[in-house]
């Protein structure tokens, strides 16, 4: 059974109302400080059967934020399969966020390898606002399809 993870694409109205913006976290550790193309995901986790996704994906946002995901009317992404098998369940919500305001929890690890010493980074290291374009640049590329379903949910919307 693969494992599932559950997340939440926050998405604003910009420039007036007529362009979007949807907000993205890069992702803390040594292993990802360098990186920064195709880097950046979703806020999300892993769950499992015993709770339900879309709370799951409420709890992550909350953790990996410090901030309550709001409430709005959650629209449902279909799923998506990362290239490490890993499926990922996502909602996409309208509302803010100021990047500014990040308070992530934490994580340990061994640092550097095989020193024996455990170092505590933060889950999510940053926050940002992106437009479609752009965060499909900077997303992981199994997530690309949430973008596009979200852009093309918008459109139908303001036909």
């Not at 499926?87 to 308070?103: K, M, N, R, T």
């Not at 752009?134 to 852009?151: F, H, N, R, S, W």
Request: contains cysteine; proline residues 9%.
């Amino acid at each position: 059974m693969p494992k599932k993870s559950a997340g939440i694409l926050l998405y604003r109205r910009c420039a007036g109302g007529s362009q979007w913006e949807v907000l993205l976290v890069h992702p803390g550790g040594p292993f990802w400080r360098k990186k920064d193309q195709g880097a950046w995901t979703v806020p999300k986790g892993e769950f499992d059967d015993r709770e339900l996704p879309l709370a799951a994906a409420r709890r992550e946002f909350k953790e990996e934020l410090g901030a309550d995901a709001p409430g709005g009317d959650p629209i449902k992404l279909k799923p998506v399969k990362q290239a490490g098998g890993k499926v990922v369940h996502c909602w996409a919500i309208e509302g803010d966020f100021d990047p500014e305001l990040l308070q992530s929890n934490t994580f340990e690890q061994e640092w550097p390898p095989k020193s024996g010493r455990l170092v505590k980074f933060p889950e999510v290291d940053r926050a940002a606002w992106f437009s479609p374009e752009a965060a499909k640049q900077k997303i992981l590329g199994g997530q690309v399809p949430l973008i596009d379903e979200l852009v093309e949910v918008l459109l139908d919307r303001n036909k």
